[in-house]
């Protein structure tokens, strides 16, 4: 029998390392628990076939799946007793959870239904913002043949909120436009002016940080990706993060709480509860249809002018 829990603060961390632990020449099966029934699972781990045929599952997100008192007792027994010719790899990844929250959740009794008797590998420490370019650096180099400067690591990562499963499509590209294996900063750039994902989280940054031009970053963005509510998401999340520092608490990961720290400052308190505040009230309005347009399109880039503009008055 093999067991294996992996934890990680990114899905490509957590699925690499899943994959690397799967047995060769086994066929595998991986599912999000949330598609998953009960029976399904029973299902698939409580018992092999007549022939003893080894078989593998990947399991992504584990806490996803939310069981009573007595169900779960039904999964650990079963989790106990699955047959030898079963591997089962579960993963976890918390996806920009305080520190608070990330503790609950790591010491709670649904995580260690899953750890117990389970191989574990804690990879959190990955996406931290010391370890995060030296990742990606290793990475262009031995995935893409492409080597990167810390700086430029740093870059790419900034510029996609510390995520790295995002840094890598923009690795991919950058592999399909550097002139050989020394990346120039001009090959990077020409990357991200191409890209609305680049554009978005730099319009996120823009907002934040004050930006002159972050009224027209806001129209560009929004003639290409008009989601204003995945805007307003990412906002009131670096927001939140800001009242948690200002409060003393940690803020996780830690590639996002030095975004955070890095702009702090422009954020003294009583102007860090109007911004909430007014983006409480905005998502408010445009979901309850109270802001006017010829489209709901129109209205939402509007309702965002507004916003913005307050933001930067502010």
Same mark, same amino acid.
């Given at each position: 029998?093999g067991r294996a829990?992996?934890i990680?603060?990114?899905?490509?961390? *957590?699925?690499?390392?899943? &994959?690397a632990?799967?047995?060769?020449?086994?066929?595998?099966?991986?599912?999000? =628990?949330?598609?998953? +029934?009960? /029976?399904a %699972?029973?299902?698939?781990?409580?018992?092999?076939?007549?022939?003893a045929?080894?078989q593998?599952?990947?399991?992504?997100? =584990?806490?996803?799946?939310?069981? !009573? !008192?007595?169900?779960?007792?039904?999964?650990?027994?079963?989790?106990?007793r699955?047959?030898?010719? %079963?591997?089962l790899?579960?993963?976890? =990844?918390?996806?920009?959870?305080?520190?608070r /929250?990330?503790?609950r959740l790591?010491?709670? *009794?649904?995580?260690?239904?899953?750890?117990? &008797?389970?191989?574990?590998?804690?990879l959190?420490?990955?996406? /931290? @913002?010391?370890n995060?370019?030296r990742?990606?650096?290793?990475?262009?180099l031995?995935?893409?043949?492409?080597?990167?400067?810390?700086?430029?690591?740093?870059?790419?990562?900034? %510029?996609?909120? &510390? !995520?790295? *499963?995002?840094?890598?499509?923009?690795?991919?590209?950058?592999?399909?436009?550097?002139?050989?294996?020394t =990346?120039? /900063?001009?090959?990077i750039?020409?990357?991200?002016? @191409?890209?609305?994902?680049?554009?978005?989280?730099?319009?996120?940054?823009?907002?934040?940080?004050?930006?002159?031009?972050?009224?027209?970053?806001?129209?560009?963005?929004? $003639?290409?990706?008009?989601?204003?509510?995945?805007l307003? *998401?990412e906002?009131?999340?670096?927001?939140?993060?800001?009242?948690?520092? +200002?409060? &003393?608490?940690?803020?996780?990961p830690?590639?996002?709480?030095?975004?955070?720290? +890095?702009?702090?400052?422009?954020?003294?308190?009583?102007?860090?509860?109007?911004? %909430?505040?007014?983006?409480?009230?905005?998502?408010?309005?445009?979901?309850?249809?109270?802001i006017?347009?010829?489209? +709901?399109?129109? @209205?939402?880039? $509007?309702?965002?002018?507004?916003?913005?503009?307050?933001?930067?008055?502010s």
């Open positions: 029998m829990l992996v990680a603060r990114d899905p490509l961390v *957590a699925a690499e390392a899943a &994959g632990r799967l047995p060769q020449g086994v066929p595998v099966r991986r599912h999000y =628990v949330n598609d998953l +029934s009960l /029976d %699972i029973f299902q698939q781990l409580g018992s092999g076939d007549l022939f045929t080894r593998a599952f990947v399991y992504v997100n =584990v806490l996803d799946l939310k069981l !009573k !008192k007595a169900d779960g007792e039904r999964l650990e027994a079963t989790l106990a699955m047959p030898a010719e %079963i591997e790899v579960c993963t976890q =990844v918390f996806d920009s959870l305080s520190y /929250d990330e503790e790591l010491k709670g *009794a649904e995580l260690a239904r899953w750890s117990r &008797g389970a191989q574990v590998e804690d959190r420490r990955v996406s /931290d @913002a010391a995060a370019p990742w990606l650096a290793q990475r262009a031995q995935r893409h043949g492409l080597k990167l400067t810390p700086p430029q690591a740093q870059r790419l990562l900034a %510029i996609v909120g &510390g !995520k790295l *499963a995002l840094a890598e499509g923009e690795l991919l590209k950058l592999a399909l436009v550097a002139d050989g294996p =990346v120039t /900063d001009a090959e750039e020409s990357i991200l002016a @191409a890209s609305p994902a680049v554009q978005y989280w730099e319009l996120v940054d823009a907002l934040l940080g004050g930006a002159p031009d972050a009224l027209t970053r806001l129209r560009t963005w929004h $003639s290409l990706e008009p989601e204003g509510f995945r307003m *998401a906002l009131r999340r670096r927001l939140l993060g800001l009242r948690a520092l +200002s409060q &003393g608490q940690p803020v996780q830690p590639f996002f709480a030095q975004q955070l720290r +890095s702009i702090a400052r422009r954020w003294p308190a009583a102007r860090l509860v109007r911004a %909430i505040e007014g983006l409480a009230e905005l998502e408010f309005r445009l979901k309850s249809g109270l006017p347009g010829e489209s +709901s399109r129109d @209205a939402e880039l $509007s309702a965002l002018e507004v916003f913005t503009r307050e933001l930067l008055a």
